[in-house]
């Protein structure tokens, strides 16, 4: 079975550290391209950031950057996401997705994990 | 930045079909994809490359993408199909996502 299994979420405060993690199984992780997206308390979703299989492109959503890095480990079927720096606006629920890209036509997540809660708060 | 805009609500009876529209500047140049999320729930793939359904999506949602309008119709619409619904497209390296439309089926 696909399966995402998202953690490292919790209660941090303004200008605190994170770091999140994904664990992939039931597919050959390092054939895909990551995700990582969020979902604020009654809002929509928002993409955050993407990985290519190894993990030499890397994008991020303007609101992120400087502050988030994604990072993945093959060997190890994981996707990363470190949080520095922040703000009560990345207060959300984090989902990691399967990927596909298809160059300047298309991206799309075709698998989601469950997500981890992410609360900026003093 | 490119920007989908999505309707914040459509309703649809029982057994008749709803169709939500995804708006963007030349949309139809671009592939469109569609989620669902139910309460409580991931986003789940309904609709990939404008028109094709994943394995395991019922047959009676289909989608349609051209000009600058992406739709998203749900024939025989059920009360399962009750729900937060998504379009997404690709640009500039860059995830947009709609603002999302909450679908009653009443």
């Known amino acids: 079975e696909v399966q995402l299994v998202e953690s490292g979420g919790g209660l941090v405060q303004p200008g605190g550290s994170l770091r999140l993690s994904c664990a992939a199984s039931?597919?050959?992780?390092?054939?895909?391209?990551m995700s990582w997206v969020r979902q604020a308390p009654g809002k929509g979703l928002e993409w955050v950031a993407n990985i290519k299989q190894d993990g030499s492109e890397k994008y991020y959503v303007d609101s992120v950057k400087g502050r988030f890095t994604i990072s993945r480990d093959n060997a190890k079927n994981s996707l990363y996401l470190q949080m520095n720096s922040l703000r009560a606006e990345d207060t959300a629920v984090y989902y990691c997705?399967?990927?596909?890209?298809?160059?300047?036509?298309?991206?799309?997540?075709?698998?989601w994990g469950k997500g981890t809660t992410v609360t900026v708060s003093s | 930045s490119y920007e989908l805009t999505q309707p914040p609500s459509v309703s649809v009876s029982p057994g008749q079909t709803a169709s939500i529209t995804c708006s963007g500047d030349k949309l139809g140049d671009k592939y469109a994809f569609w989620y669902h999320q139910k309460p409580g729930q991931s986003p789940v793939l309904v609709i990939y490359?404008?028109?094709k359904r994943p394995s395991g999506i019922p047959e009676r949602f289909s989608g349609s993408n051209s000009g600058n309008t992406a739709t998203l119709t749900i024939s025989g619409t059920q009360a399962m199909d009750e729900a937060d619904y998504y379009c997404?497209?690709?640009?500039?390296?860059?995830?947009?996502f709609g603002g999302g439309t909450k679908l009653t089926v009443l």
């Open positions: 490359e404008d028109i």
């Open positions: 997404q497209a690709w640009d500039s390296s860059t995830v947009v």
């Open positions: 039931g597919f050959t992780f390092s054939s895909y391209w």
């Open positions: 997705a399967r990927s596909h890209w298809g160059g300047p036509s298309y991206y799309y997540m075709d698998v």
